[in-house]
């Protein structure tokens, strides 16, 4: 690890000063990924500017809106009641990803932000166009069991590590910021990160300096209905092979609204709205559910060991929507 300065924010716009004035400063919050980064010397920021001190740790709801703070723990908003009972694939998706003590230490921001678990991203010896622009992949002729078969491109197919993320897709999130100029913007979920393409070391459309204060979340019938599954090596303390995210309203036995995504399978967390169109105004069955899975995984082009990933990814797709079909009756 390489030495740095270290300075206490106790305002947002004094810790969008600090970080955007130097272009080797970071912020720090929880740090369950950045620490691990820093000490592989995968990053080496020169300069952590602390958030922890700032207010941006409440979970509120007003209206038809509830907002959660950027350093809300990830602990405390899987457990928090209203997330329980309004948002049920969001307190699902917390409590399946990496283990109670990290949950009780990583933030709602962090999570948003946390780089891929590739392991030629997390090894200096690889090349990794993700970690050192143009170096090349060597993801693409090694092992490639747990990268991508959706979103992928010949600079990289490393897949996006959040559970969170994937639940967020289907809740119609927006990430609030605070700019360096002292104006905020609002990012929907689905914009927020990027796709590979031939610039894999730019992962979301956040700029250096911006912070993330809140996430806001539409309060709905179909967020009431949603369900997480993740399937993965084990059962605990550990990263999706592939999960599904999904949520549906249903009224007089047809489909009428819904919502998919899935994680462990894709180079971000991926909304499937082929998916979403085949569910729509179909009759929750075991026939429709297959024609959704198999819309999802259409597109997907396996690597040399992952090609398990499509009927993996198909199946826990299939298991969700039956689990969440089977919580109505």
Known sequence: MQPFSFLQATKPEAATEAVSANPQAAFFAGGTTLVDLMMLNIVSPAHLVDINGLPLTTIEVTGNKASIGANVRNGDLAHNRIVRQQFPVLAEALLAGASAQLRNMATTAGNLMQRTRCSYFRDTAARCNKRTPGSGCDALQGVNRNHAILGASDHCIATHPSDLCVALLVLDATVQTLLPSGQSRHIPIGDFH????????????????????????????????????????????????????????????????????????????????????????????????????????????????????????????????????????
């Not at 024609?291 to 090609?307: C, E, V």
């Not at 198909?314 to 298991?319: D, G, K, N, P, S």
Request: no cysteine.
């Open 194 to 329: 990027l796709l590979p393409g031939e610039t894999p070391h730019l992962e979301t459309v956040v700029q250096h300096g911006e912070l993330i204060t809140h996430i806001h979340l539409p309060v709905t019938r179909l967020a009431r209905h949603s369900h997480y599954l993740k399937v993965s090596d084990r059962a605990s303390y550990e990263f999706a092979l592939a999960s599904a995210a999904v949520a549906l309203s249903v009224d007089n036995g047809l489909i009428t609204e819904s919502r998919v995504a899935l994680g462990g399978v894709a180079t971000r967390p991926w909304r499937s709205k082929e998916a979403e169109a085949s569910l729509l105004n179909q009759s929750p069955s075991a026939a429709t559910f297959l024609a959704a899975a198999n819309a999802a995984l259409a597109a997907a082009k396996p690597q040399t060991h992952n090609a398990f990933k499509i009927g993996l990814a198909r199946q826990t797709l299939i298991r969700a929507l039956e689990a969440l079909t089977e919580s109505r009756n």
